[in-house]
């Protein structure tokens, strides 16, 4: 330690090797590294399956989230560690590309870490076991494609689809609905997918939801919605066949747009202005009707000599519609933003097969439903519920089983559930482990234990003995040659996962594996850490 003074002549003290500060090395490293992510994953243990626990996180403006969705829940966690951070990451990897599976792939990423722990204790040295993971993980993959099954489904057959869609529902707090969640977002990807090239735009679905109502009422739109109803209560409520000016365009006299001055000195004068005025209405009314639209949506309000006009001329009318949700419609009706009543054509006008206004409960909330567009295959999922958070949680699960199905619609390659899965390719794994002469061979063991913890965490969750349950599923997996027996969560009766009609999608098993593997060789490799902090 030294003493110095500064510029000013006030004393400071220098400490030697003040970069050394807050710096890790070696295993010292490589183990809080370790217990970083492990703490992660032991938050999303609990949440796992379908009698895992949900989670209720507040943010700093008090608004409160109650979910179960892994990548939700670390989203908005307020992270420091870097470490931790990777792991965020990670589920949110899986949330991108897959969409579900993210609390499994944090798990077994927390139990891979965990074992390769073990393994440095032993002496081990990290990159041998980084190596052993790597090989282990091609084994586990290429195990799940041998135990994966083709399914089958047409546009008439979609309860495959449905049931698949069902497993990942199971876990969710909205699992009481499971079913008919589990159509509608079938039914929604089938309605936007493109069978051909085997691809669907999810950006078609649109997702609304209101407050009020029952997670039963939940229902798919084959068009859009808007929030908003006819400018007149005595307007008709429904339009088939509509054909729709959308307009940019206020419905109102032009206003000069310089100062001016109108001298209104007699009652003739005003009786002239107040006719002009209304031929000015008069025409913009005729003007929609001679291009034939049967209905007006304006970004714009209009004021109530208008609208009774419209009215009285049988013109429907919606105001006041936002300019996101006007390209919306215009996009999905195939119709044209039109910016001045003199350019209305007929070729224009947006089409629709039904316009509807519903009204909601004893509110006076009214929506309006736009459906069977002409151009477009948006649909819309609208999504009732008792509150507020239950509706942002119905989301989350409608977005998960959405993403399900558009990668069975990619990949039509299923592996069971319940961890019979994991439970399968851990026997694999533990089998070819004896082939390799290397040190590796503890790494491709303790791989196996780790594909192991997600059915013990299924069976802890569900109030089962861990080790227990799944001794007695292993040997029998083993003894019948199979690899459908899982965990029987809801106390079914049997561990049969064909029975129970609990399938992952290939895909995401794979994915889950692969980024798991990744990560935790990339925290393994890290042999400093330097950082500015004291540790
Ligand atoms: P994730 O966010 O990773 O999808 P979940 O909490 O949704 O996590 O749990 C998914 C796990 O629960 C999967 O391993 C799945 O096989 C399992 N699972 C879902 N339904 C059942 C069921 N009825 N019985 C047993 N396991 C189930």
Known sequence: MALAFDEYGRPFILIKQQDEKGRL???????ANISAGKAVARILRTSLGPKGMDKMLQSPDGDVTITNDGATILEQMDVDNQIAKLMVELSQSQDYEIGDGTTGVVVMAGALLEQAEHLLERGIHPIRVAEGYEMASRIAVEHLEHISQKFEFGLDNIESLVQTCMTTLNSKIVNRCKRSL??????AVLAVADLERKDVNLDLIKIEGKVAGKLEDTELIYGITVDKEMSHPQMPKQIEDAKIAILTCAFEPPKPKTK??????TVEKFETLRLQEQKYFDDMVQKCKDVGATLVICQWGFDDEANHLLMNRNLPAIRWVGGVELELIAIATGGRIVPRFQELTPEKLGKAGLVREKAFGTTKDRMLYIEHCANSRAVTIFIRGGNKMMIEETKRSMHDALCVARNLIRNNSIVYGGGSAEISCSIAVEAAADK???VEQYAIRAFADALDCIPMALAENSGLQPIETLSAVKSQQIKENNSYCGIDCNDTGT??????????TLIGKKQQILLATQVVKMILKIDDVISPFDY
Do not use: T
């Open 25 to 31: 090395r070696g295993l010292d490293a490589q183990k």
């Open 182 to 187: 589990a159509e509608i977002a079938v039914k």
């Open 260 to 265: 001016h001055k109108v001298d209104i000195d």
């Open 436 to 438: 390799y002469p290397g």
């Open 495 to 504: 561990n049969d996962m064909r029975e129970q009609n609990v399938f992952e």
